[in-house]
């Protein structure tokens, strides 16, 4: 019979096992082509396919639909691995596996479990997440995009915004107001859509020209009458909303792991240059203010990773249970522009340079305080679930 610490060490091992397989990748198939994807913005099909049959795009589905079935742990640790090698990777993955393939497992009817995460987890399917509009965003439930019911069918109308893979997707969990004129505003009445990106009517606009993260590609959506069926409903209808903010729980632990890859990466270059590098005859490692700043820069690293892991097992001591994504989420992105911005100042005049990685890890971290929630609102999550504790 298997002991707790017998299943613990297979746990442990598994764990090791594909962590090391996620880093081995990363170093061999996306470090050496980085910065030609930034430069390019360039969305790597073939790296991802890699990845796909790596088992990557089913990291938290179950075995019985093809997926790896990893512990979340296990999978934000993969995600970090790839995020030190190209933070645009990590999203795109973070994206599919998180929210896309998170929301359809959890709200899920078996028919839609059944049509769609097999070929996500093999990878066939590649999917997306559309909450935001050009209007909507840090208040999400202000969302005006329209779900109309015509016979047994949903009728989609509006325009959504910052849509990760939008392009590339082949499936999109769109957030639309259902009902017509007795739908009521905010939250309420807002329902989630699992929407093939082939379906007439829906038009990808052009990948944003952004200022990181350029090997994934952001895009508007376009829906102009575009016809579902009623197995396209995710849930309940007038439920999404909150299916959404669930979503973005597990997303944002994603893009803690993916601020702790890019941080990760900063301080692993910037030891490694203060050996290489002298002044005044001397390695700059040598130097108390360079050593004090790394020193930092490891420490507010460790914190950040240890957070994301508390999070992950729901057991940050002293956090409401609600809140600790939030938390993993601010502290890693926050942690991610500073060590960032302490890289490219011990790099000096070289760290302003393309030609050197620090740049580029800079322009990648920026977002991270911004997307899947704002670090102002991951504050505002915080706060209130503080006052409700
Ligand atoms: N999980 C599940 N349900 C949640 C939830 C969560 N984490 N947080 C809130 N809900 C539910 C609430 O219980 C409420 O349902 P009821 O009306 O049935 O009680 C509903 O969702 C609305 O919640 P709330 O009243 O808190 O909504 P607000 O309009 O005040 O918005 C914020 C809450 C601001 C936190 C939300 O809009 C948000 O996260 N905004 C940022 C959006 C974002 O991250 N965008 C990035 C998209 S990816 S680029």
Not at 85 to 107: F, K, P, R, T, Y
Not at 375 to 388: C, D, F, K, Y
């Amino acid at each position: 019979m298997n002991t707790a610490s017998d299943v613990l060490t297979h746990l442990e091992e598994q764990r090791a096992e594909v962590v090391a397989m996620a880093r081995d990748f990363a170093t061999r198939e996306i470090v050496p082509h980085a910065a030609e994807w930034d430069r390019e913005a360039r969305f790597p099909v073939e790296t991802m396919k890699r990845l796909a049959d790596l088992g990557f795009f089913g990291m938290l589905i179950p075995e019985e639909y093809d997926g790896l079935g990893l512990d979340l742990l296990t999978y934000l640790m993969v995600l970090e691995e790839i995020a030190v090698a190209d933070a645009g990777v990590a999203v795109s993955l973070s994206i599919h596996n998180s929210l896309a393939a998170g929301m359809i497992l959890a709200q899920g009817s078996d028919e839609q479990r059944s049509r769609w995460l097999k070929p996500m987890a093999r990878g066939d399917v590649l999917a997306a997440f559309s909450l935001s509009e050009p209007d909507s965003g840090s208040d999400a439930a202000s969302l005006s995009t329209r779900a109309e019911r015509s016979g047994t069918q949903w009728v989609l109308n509006g325009m959504k915004a910052w849509v990760t893979n939008g392009d590339v997707a082949d499936l999109i969990i769109v957030m639309a107001r259902s009902g017509v004129s007795d739908t009521p505003p905010g939250a309420r009445g807002i329902s989630a859509f699992l929407l093939p990106r082939r379906t007439p009517g829906v038009t990808p606009g052009k990948p944003e020209d952004k200022m990181g993260l350029r090997a994934s590609h952001t895009t508007t959506l376009a829906l102009t009458d575009v016809r579902l069926g009623a197995e396209a409903l995710l849930g309940k209808e007038g439920v999404g909303f909150a299916y959404a903010l669930a979503g973005l729980d597990r997303g944002r632990l994603g893009i803690a792991a993916q601020a702790v890859g890019i941080s990760r990466a900063a301080l692993d270059h910037a030891v490694r240059y203060v050996s290489e590098r002298k002044q005044f005859d001397t390695p700059i490692r040598e130097f108390q203010a360079i050593q004090f700043r790394l020193a930092d820069m490891a420490t507010r690293v460790a914190a950040a990773r240890s957070l994301l892991h508390e999070a992950a097992r729901g057991g940050v001591p002293n956090a409401p249970a609600n809140a600790q994504a939030s938390m993993a989420k601010l502290f890693a992105s926050e942690t991610a522009m500073w060590v960032t911005t302490h890289a490219v100042q011990i790099f000096g005049g070289y760290g302003y340079m393309r030609d050197y990685p620090v740049e580029r890890l800079f322009r990648d971290a920026k977002v991270t305080e911004i997307y899947e929630g704002t670090s102002e609102i991951q504050r505002m999550v915080i706060g209130r679930a503080l006052g409700n504790g």
